[in-house]
């Protein structure tokens, strides 16, 4: 990484990076005292509140709220920002984020090892020449696949950033965010994310998999944010979009649209613990996945696991998965649905998923049908009651069963959600999470 890209200083220290990006010089320019969070309406501090949802569970998730003066940073560009994340390992830490911070890098051509090419790579896998029944796993490192994996690894080691544990990520006023960064929350505890705005990152160099259906398909990496393995997380206020990257922006080849998203936010691998409230999900096509495959070696690890709180969220003009779940104890009430022109689903129920869907408000335009609000992959019980569609109170159970064909589901997910703070009248939802949900609107 390019030394001069550096920057970021707060109270506390100041972030920078010696010639090849190889060290870190830390001086101290804060006080010597950190300000109490007990004392202070700073966001920054603030934790979630008792009884908040799956992440209130147990010790409850304060992130950063206890860091030190030397611990409290502000960064404004992508180098500073994994510097932070870095400095100081486990050490409760909060880190601000001011304005947009730009994690694409200097471009996909930056990324692209020596030799990869994309037309040649078009050229050698198009079905008429390499065939339909063969996927390109066993390509060879020099091959047109094998240099796109070298080229996607490398883009993966710039874009990705590791959230330690105990720290809390938020956004200095309207404006701050991430543009093209992937968050990675992985194997740690205790992380708060607020008042940011993630639009989706690009993924250079998706993979052409022939045998993803009788028509293949293009296959992404790099979500906006992933929660895998890790416990008591709390994403509040933050907005999930595309941005000026929307899927009808990118190109087709061998019929199939050049797919460069994944998802918006992944609750996987064993994730517990986590609440999202008052964020918008936006503009987007899979949107949210909990638990991430069916086989027996996923089961083992997630199977009573992926206790998630989704409440006070706006999913707007999505296609699909807000959220699809497997196996894990879901509680989404009080969010609002806005379905755009390319809606297939809202709750996706999955394998052995126990979701409880209440108290919601969706809005459906002309020829979209309520019974499409839930999706059934596999046999798993739902509670779905006090839910509202286009103003009516809507058994979504039942317009399901008596809309779609071949696709019954079963009434009761066998739990009654405890961990909620305020539960608003569905009616309400609409007006209050239009107007409250999403980053530049914490208060």
Sequence with gaps: MNASKWHGHVIGRRVAAVAGGTALVLAVTGTASAHSPHHTLDAARQV?????????????????????????????????????????GDAPKIIKIRGTIDADGPGCDSF?????????????????????????????DDSPEGLRRASQARQDAYIKAYVPANTTLVGVGEDAGFK??????????????????????????????????????????????VVYGSTHVWMDHNTFTDGDHPDSTLPHYYGRVYEQHDGELDIV??????TASWNVFADHDK??????SD?????????????????????????ERAPRVRFGQVDSYNNHFVAGPDYSYSYGIGMESRLVAEHNAFTLPDGVQAGSVLKKWKEAPVTAA???????????????????????LQSGAGWTPTLRTRVDSPRAVPALVDHGAGAGRLR
């Design 287 to 292: 949107t949210i996945l909990i638990g991430n």
């Design 180 to 225: 093209g960064a992937s968050l990675q929350i992985k194997g740690v505890d205790n992380v708060i994310v607020r008042n940011l705005t993630f639009e989706s990152p690009l993924d250079c160099f998706p993979q052409w998999d022939p045998t993803d259906t009788a028509d293949g398909n293009w296959n992404s990496e790099y979500d906006s944010a």
């Design 48 to 88: 979630l509140a008792a009884k908040d949802g799956w992440a209130a569970y147990g010790t409850g998730t304060t992130g950063g709220a206890k860091a030190d003066a030397a611990h409290v940073y502000t960064v404004t560009t992508w180098d500073a920002f994994k510097a932070a994340l870095a400095d100081g």
């Design 112 to 140: 692209a090892v020596p030799g990869y090419d994309f037309d040649t790579y078009l050229k050698t896998y198009a079905p008429e020449t390499w065939g339909r029944d063969k996927d390109l796993s066993a390509e060879p």
């Design 386 to 408: 006090d839910n509202y569609v286009n103003g009516r109170r809507t058994d979504l159970i039942a317009v399901h069963n008596a809309e779609v064909p071949g696709e019954t």
């Design 295 to 319: 086989s027996a070696a996923t089961a083992a690890v997630d199977r009573g696991h992926l206790k998630v709180t989704f409440h006070h969220n706006l999913f707007s003009n999505l296609v």
């Design 269 to 274: 691998k064993g994730a517990d613990y986590v």
